[in-house]
C-alpha cells in the first residue's frame, strides 16, 4: 500500500486508513451470478465495517513488509508500463456500428471521460479498463477482448448507477 499511499498523499489528502474490498471481476471470467452476487454482499459488509472504523478513529494504514514491498514493485511497474500508453493504441474500445444506436450511455458513465460521441462513440487515449462502457451498454456495441466469453458484470442496474 505505500505506493498508493503517497499518490494520495501527493494529490493533497491525508490518507488515515486502507482496507482492501474485493469485488467481482469484469475481465477475464466471471462467475455466475450467485457468486458474484455473495461477493458484493461482503465487500458492502466490510465497506461498512470500515466506514465506521474511520468514524471511530480506529482505521490504520497497515504495513506488511513483505507483501507491502512486493505490491509497491509490482504497481511501480505497471504505473510505468500504463504511462507508456501502448496498450491505449493497441487495445482501443470501438463501437460496432451495427449495434450502436448512439444511445451516449458510454460517453455518459465513462469516469474519465475518454469518450466522445462523432458519429459513433469514440475512445480517447486514457482509458482505465473499468468496463463501464462495455457493461452498460444495452446493445453490447463496444466489445472487449477482456470479456470471458462475451460476458459483462455488473454490482447494479444502469439506473440505480446513474443516481
Not at 480506529?58 to 513483505?66: H, K, L, Y
Not at 455518459?108 to 487515449?125: K, L
Request: charged fraction near 25%; hydrophobic fraction near 35%.
Amino acid at each position: 500500500m505505500g505506493l498508493l499511499r503517497s499518490v494520495v498523499e501527493k494529490k493533497g489528502y491525508k490518507p488515515i486508513g486502507a482496507c482492501e474490498i474485493i469485488m467481482p471481476s469484469n475481465i477475464f471470467f466471471i462467475p455466475d451470478g450467485r457468486t458474484c452476487d455473495d461477493k458484493v454482499r461482503t465487500g458492502l459488509v466490510k465497506a461498512e465495517k470500515y466506514a465506521l472504523s474511520i468514524l471511530d478513529g480506529s482505521s490504520r494504514w497497515g504495513r506488511v513488509p513483505v507483501l507491502s514491498d512486493a505490491m509497491h514493485t509490482i504497481s511501480s511497474g505497471l504505473l510505468k508500463l500504463a504511462e507508456a500508453d501502448l496498450h491505449q493504441k493497441y487495445i482501443k474500445f470501438r463501437a460496432d456500428k451495427s449495434k450502436c444506436s448512439k444511445c451516449c450511455i458510454c460517453v455518459d458513465i465513462c469516469p474519465v471521460g475518454n469518450i466522445e460521441m462523432g458519429e459513433y462513440p469514440e475512445t480517447g487515449n486514457n482509458c482505465q479498463y473499468c468496463l463501464r462502457c462495455v457493461s452498460f451498454c444495452p446493445r453490447s456495441a463496444l466489445p472487449c477482448m477482456f470479456n470471458y466469453k462475451g460476458k459483462t458484470y455488473r454490482a447494479v442496474d444502469l439506473e440505480d448507477f446513474r443516481e
